[in-house]
């Protein structure tokens, strides 16, 4: 049985997961006007409300190639995600990642990859940086991956190493049933991720991954075994990737009846159904809050159209140290 | 092997549908054509309908298993195409590639061959960022028991890819994604084959030798039409193989010219221009009548920005001034320690590690 | 319960575990006399001659660093092992290889790799071109790794693909405890392999490796029910490397109470009291045995050592097709 | 940073033991430095011992986790030393290297720094055959956000693992193997580093410049030494670093000599040697007299066989006469197409896929 959070932090919750949903329908139609493809979470945005929520400051983040939701939930500025999405100077990385490696280390969203597996790699270094004490005291990890990257052999080793050297570690595999145009039933058996994880003798649970509620309550149990135990735990979200693999994708490879089973289930309905049924918010709350959101994210996009480009000249800038 | 231009019958068609055209008539031609990657049964569906699920594999994401299984495969009496989709993701696949399939015929004193390919897209045009976008073929060039490829034209994408299926030996097929989508006139031919190690000049002249390959060979083109017009004839050889490299074709033009400019998007140091510098100077010391110019990618990760990405790959301008410099050097005149290299000298940016 | 062999079949397992340890040991001392050093397997004979034993000629052999008791088992004749060894032209690979990634196609040994790891790689494209009709009809693949070889990514890759597609395909690890220089129990939890290999869902049977027997009963099932099935199977086979990793090698990072252990169950020792305990042999027929083989040695050493060494002139041949 | 020259107290040691002293000379100095690797804690005892189990680590057999393991330690403040063992085992870590090290400073618009070693062992001389003994620094070099040295005598071991320790980016550190026993004169002061990026003239000349690394320092310097007899005066450059390159010191002695042969192990294709003739062939063009050599090793794998191991290695006798060729040639005597490259001329084997 789960807690309810409170009006506040129910209201947070949705507000978090609709602000993600519009920044990236709104990349979306930037794409379609030619700007670069995006690898959205529309589907998943539950995902990372519900684990970042339950993550301290001190905590750091690290992502994959699908890291709005991240990045958000932990209090990204759409405008400069935005920037950087379309190559410009006020974006996170200057321009120079563009969607794919995201890193943020001011929100302490570090070490992004696009490499699949890339994430996995890197994030027992950044825990064993935590457990010897260069983090601030007390800080873990949560490491964002998908059902895809656990096909790559960097998840073994990285669960080996994690529980092993008893780093303090939350594996969060959204596995969102795709892997770029590839069913996940496709490359593993069907109930593979979990049991493939718990083979490793760590706390792994596994949750549905579209009720936020869900999701905030066991990455705050899983956190608190982490944070007691000094050592790593794992979490199967269980969601779905509702938009193409990259924008653009007709998805025509898509089995309709299981997206339409699975946008029945989508996570920002769900949860406003929950809150109106709680009585949290009515249709003219969910309407101003919409076009709240919508108001903010075409300032945003606004602000990133008018970046500047970086200068030729800076070709060569940060290569090195 | 029907030379180029005997070739009768031809279509119009992009890069990627010759590549595709390539697949189909190696699988038709030969029951032990396979293809194995992240998606191919879904990308190519008329391949999986048509030659069976046994043959047309969509694998695990996964590449160390993805090309290990293909040398497996292929020393067993197969012949496996894996597309690796961006090159970058190779560096999962190095073991498999570099130590199995390029040495395991050597070190068992030839008891295996490692017939396969493995495909790997890369170069500018998508903003895709430093993890997707390396030109990393020269890695593979350096490693012993491989063979490398990276075709300009769409008629040689088709050729080569079918060559690359019928070698005995392990090929690395690069496409650079900037030409994907470019069209190009293609022999329909099923016995189409663009032999492996051959270059193709594409425009004879006796002032410059313009060297390039993939996404650089049009670069050069341009330059050498601009150059034209200024008096300046230029050649421009397109690889195409990169190992085994056509030596011959490139010397014998340097030879002819006295000047050589090698151009590519790949990073300079210790790249296929800098082996074609070196067996320049070597086997063509005599002949020179300039340095040798490098115009590349520099050492750097491309950049997502657009403006970054382009101002990383070598130029049109930038050939056409390095031609003019080279045909107007002398010994006295011109200090040499003004020729930048590598550069991208449009770019403005010359702050490399060298 | 596990049957017993009949008495040509007892003898001939005690000979070849003889056969590989008298080989294994005059490499011992040729090392010392200056030749190149190798990774014995004494201590596990029992493991190649069980599981070998149980494979037919039509089946395929992968094998790794550790190979001289998969070759001899599989019918290699010492004499061309030692040339090989030796860097000579009538090793099996010409002397190309040395000791380290012995193959002898002849036998269906392929594409032995040095590379830990490598093993596992390949061994799955073996059992795919086996299964598309490429090999004898109905044979399978063995493919014998150890227990580091596990710590690999690629362990994780090899596995999801063998099950997922369904391939012909037995898993041989030889869990000697060591990996190197380091005790398995550094690297990973105590039970740790089989419980990686189930998560993946086939067939995983954990044996005494040091008695033949028991392996040999093991692997006729294993293989037997890859026959069956068409799918992969695992073994995970207890052992002990009683030597060092490579020779030479003074083990004074060897816990000596842990080697004392093993030693007491040798399993040449083993299965001599086995079979002397059946009446199948005495202490006469041991020493002549023992006699026989130590002349047969003898021989293939005399050859090895006065088999020419390669030309330079060919040094790169073999490097292309 | 102390001048060589200035270095009163020397020890004589192996570079075996001078890497050790620079791993204990900067474990004490740095609180931040850890060492990761297969075994690392076994054969270093004494780092165990006195400087604990949580900066001496051995790791599980997993190379791809080793490597970024540093990475993500390194990011976050921490400067691990990984111990890879055999360079082809790299390969098993390329993402972590060269995706993830080398590019995700550049990709972060500067936000993170990589300080982080890689050690790996390679050369002939142990019969181990090509799967342990390849030369592959040049793949590295090759690859943007990289550091590669790889030291020749016991003092650059030691002063350049002290460097590369100290340096806030990824540092490749290529030890041969068959100079790991050799013993030589070694500074003792804690703060004796070699500079990164920097050349040593081993031996001052004015008729060829011969530029090495690694094992072949030494091939080239008894090669001086033969010459000498004969009246040839040649100069010997250690490059130890391999990038950054130290281009003055080689341009600058080549525009004295007129004459280059570059040495090395690693096969020719797309390595130093040829990165260095293309510079020359840039920016000493000039001052050329003869055609540039590269001595290498063939495009073959490493075979353990001794014969052939050795034979892959460029001998003194190959270097010699090299050298004497470009002293006496002409651009008409000696036709250039008779200096083969690369090659490893006494071995006689010349059948390269060039
Ligand atoms: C090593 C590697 N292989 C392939 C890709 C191409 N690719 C990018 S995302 C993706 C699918 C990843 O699936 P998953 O891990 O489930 O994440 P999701 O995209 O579903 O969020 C693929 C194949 C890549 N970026 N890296
Ligand atoms: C990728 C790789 N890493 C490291 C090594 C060095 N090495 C050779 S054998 C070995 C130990 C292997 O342990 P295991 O797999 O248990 O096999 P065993 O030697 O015990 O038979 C190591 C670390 C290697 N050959 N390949
Ligand atoms: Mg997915
Ligand atoms: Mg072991």
Redesign the pocket.
């Known amino acids: 049985m789960q807690a309810q959070p409170n009006t506040d932090a129910a209201l947070r919750r949705l507000e978090t997961m609709q602000l993600i949903r519009a920044y990236e329908l709104a990349l979306v139609e930037l794409q379609r006007a030619g700007a670069p493809g995006t690898?959205t979470s529309v589907g998943q945005e539950a995902c990372a409300v519900g684990v970042i929520e339950a993550l301290d400051a001190r905590d750091r983040i690290v992502s994959?190639?699908?890291s709005a939701g991240h990045l958000i939930a932990r209090g990204a500025e759409p405008r400069r995600l935005m920037a950087e999405v379309l190559g410009r100077v006020d974006g996170y990385c200057g321009g120079r990642s563009g969607s794919l490696h995201i890193s943020a280390q001011e929100l302490g969203v570090v070490l992004t990859s696009?490499?699949?597996?890339?994430e996995l790699s890197m994030a027992p270094g950044v825990a064993l940086a935590q457990k010897m004490g260069k983090g601030d005291p007390g800080g873990i990890v949560a490491v964002f991956?998908?059902?895809?990257?656990?096909c790559?052999g960097i998840f073994h080793e990285a669960l080996n190493l994690a529980v092993l050297w008893q780093l303090p570690l939350l594996f969060v595999c959204?596995?969102?049933q795709?892997?770029?145009f590839v069913h996940?039933l496709e490359t593993m058996a069907e109930a593979a991720i979990a049991d493939w994880a718990r083979g490793h003798g760590l706390m792994v649970e596994t949750v549905d991954g579209n009720d936020v509620d869900a999701v905030q309550d066991a990455a705050a149990r899983a956190v608190a075994q982490i944070r007691a135990s000094g050592g790593p735990a794992f979490l199967e979200l269980s969601t779905y990737?509702q938009r193409g693999?990259f924008e653009p994708d007709d998805q025509t490879y898509v089995d309709p009846t299981e997206l339409r089973g699975w946008l029945r289930r989508d996570p920002i309905r769900l949860y406003s159904e929950r809150l109106r049924a709680r009585g949290l918010i009515d249709s003219a709350g969910l309407t101003a809050l919409q076009l709240r959101i919508d108001a903010s994210i075409t300032a945003a996009l606004a602000y990133a159209q008018t970046s500047a480009w970086p200068s030729p000249e800076t070709l060569t800038e940060y290569v090195y140290a | 092997m029907t030379p180029y231009s005997a070739i009768p019958k031809m279509s119009r068609m992009t890069a990627e549908q010759a590549m595709h055209q390539a697949l189909r008539e190696e699988f038709q031609r030969d029951p032990d054509v396979m293809l194995m990657g992240?998606?191919v049964a879904t990308k190519r569906r008329d391949l999986l309908d048509d030659f069976s699920a046994a043959r047309v594999r969509n694998t695990p994401?996964a590449?160390a298993i993805i090309a290990g299984t293909a040398v497996g495969a292929a020393a067993s009496g197969l012949r496996p195409v894996i597309d690796l989709?961006?090159a970058p993701?190779m560096t999962?696949a190095m073991d498999a590639l570099v130590n199995s399939a390029g040495k395991l015929r050597y070190l068992s004193g030839g008891q295996f061959r490692f017939p396969l390919v493995a495909i790997g897209m890369t170069g500018g045009g998508w903003s895709v960022g430093g993890?997707?976008n390396h030109n990393l073929e020269a890695m593979f060039v350096h490693a012993p028991g491989l063979k490398v490829v990276m075709p300009a034209a769409p008629a040689d994408f088709k050729g080569l890819l079918k060559a690359a299926i019928r070698d005995d030996n392990p090929v690395l097929f690069f496409a650079d994604i900037g030409l994907l989508h470019e069209a190009g006139d293609v022999p329909e031919q099923d016995d189409f084959i663009v032999p492996i190690g051959r270059a193709a000049v594409r425009r004879v002249g006796d002032d410059v030798t313009l060297v390039a390959y993939a996404k650089t060979v049009n670069v050069c083109m341009q330059a050498a039409a601009q150059l034209e017009a200024e008096g300046i004839a230029a050649e421009v050889i397109d690889l195409r193989s990169l190992k085994p490299l056509d030596v011959d074709s490139v010397l014998n033009s340097v030879r002819k010219t006295g000047r050589l400019i090698i151009v590519h998007e790949a990073s300079g140091l210790c790249g296929i221009a800098a082996e074609l510098a070196s067996l320049a100077a070597t086997h063509a010391y005599a002949s020179l009548r300039a340095p040798i110019i490098r115009l590349t990618g520099p050492d750097a990760p491309a950049a997502a920005s657009w403006v970054l990405e382009q101002a990383a790959i070598p130029t049109v301008e930038a050939v056409a001034q390095a031609s003019r410099d080279l045909v107007e050097f002398m010994p006295v005149s011109l200090s040499e320690t003004n020729l930048c290299t590598p550069n991208h000298r449009s770019a403005g940016s010359q702050s490399c590690i060298y």
């Open positions: 690898c994959n190639h699908r696009t490499i699949v597996g890339g991956f998908g059902d895809g990257a656990a790559e959204e596995n969102n795709w892997q770029a996940r990737r693999h | 992240e998606g994401l590449e989709l961006f993701f999962y993890q997707h």
